[in-house]
T-cell receptor, first 115, second 112 residues
Framework: GAGVSQSPSNKVTEKGKDVELRCDPI?????LYWYRQSLGQGLEFLIY????????KSGLPSDRFSAERTGGSVSTLTIQRTQQEDSAVYLC?????????????FGEGSWLTVV | DQQVKQNSPSLSVQEGRISILNCDYT??????FLWYKKYPAEGPTFLIS?????DKNEDGRFTVFLNKSAKHLSLHIVPSQPGDSAVYFC???????????FGKGTSLLVTP
């Protein structure tokens, strides 16, 4: 597609439920990132995928968070047993390669509210 | 631990004047700095960047200045336009990684 596509755009879920957020990066982009932005905070790095390499999961806040990227394209971020502090905008981004000055293109985000 | 800090949560500037957005960082290993602009309900969009080997980069109305000794960078917008009203994020990258460290953003309002 023309840009990074994320779904759902908005999700309200009950505490304790699992949620899945999807990201479709720009066609041909090998690098994919997940960030989140909580209210009043900056963007927080979660996970990074580059080609077929093992992902960098160092930013995932707990073992309730996981992500996968199938076929080097679409990625799914899964949050299990959601908590209220998980409420945030989850932003996916992609770039043409490993970071070397290439710009990173963000999607519009998935707004998650845990009630 | 916030490695990139934007200490002004908001800024209001009159149309036609200069907007100066500031950013401080703590990690002297950062080698690349970027500014992103974000409108409500949209993802951040890349605006301008600068490598740590430079002290200035200019693109049209936007100029980024880097002062490595002070660990400070700033974004200048001249002349400011109402369409520039948005949240501006400063971001930095270290050579050992690829994840960007973002500040909390500064909300710029350009008034007619």
């Amino acid at each position: 597609g023309a840009g990074v596509s994320q779904s759902p755009s908005n999700k309200v879920t009950e505490k304790g439920k699992d949620v899945e957020l999807r990201c479709d990066p720009i066609s041909g982009h090998t690098a994919l990132y997940w960030y989140r932005q909580s209210l009043g905070q900056g963007l927080e790095f979660l996970i990074y995928f580059q080609g077929n390499s093992a992902p960098d999961k160092s930013g995932l806040p707990s073992d309730r968070f996981s992500a996968e990227r199938t076929g080097g394209s679409v990625s799914t971020l899964t949050i299990q047993r959601t908590q209220q502090e998980d409420s945030a905008v989850y932003l996916c981004a992609s770039s043409a390669g490993g970071f070397s000055g290439n710009t990173i293109y963000f999607g519009e985000g998935s707004w998650l509210t845990v009630v | 631990d916030q490695q990139v800090k934007q200490n002004s949560p908001s800024l209001s500037v009159q149309e036609g004047r200069i907007s100066i957005l500031n950013c401080d960082y703590t990690n002297s290993m950062f080698d690349y700095f970027l500014w992103y602009k974000k409108y409500p309900a949209e993802g951040p969009t890349f605006l301008i960047s600068i490598s740590s080997i430079k002290d200035k980069n200019e693109d049209g109305r936007f100029t980024v200045f880097l002062n490595k000794s002070a660990k400070h960078l700033s974004l200048h917008i001249v002349p400011s336009q109402p369409g520039d009203s948005a949240v501006y994020f400063c971001a930095a990258k270290s050579p050992s990684g690829y994840a960007l460290n973002f500040g909390k953003g500064t909300s710029l309002l350009v008034t007619p």
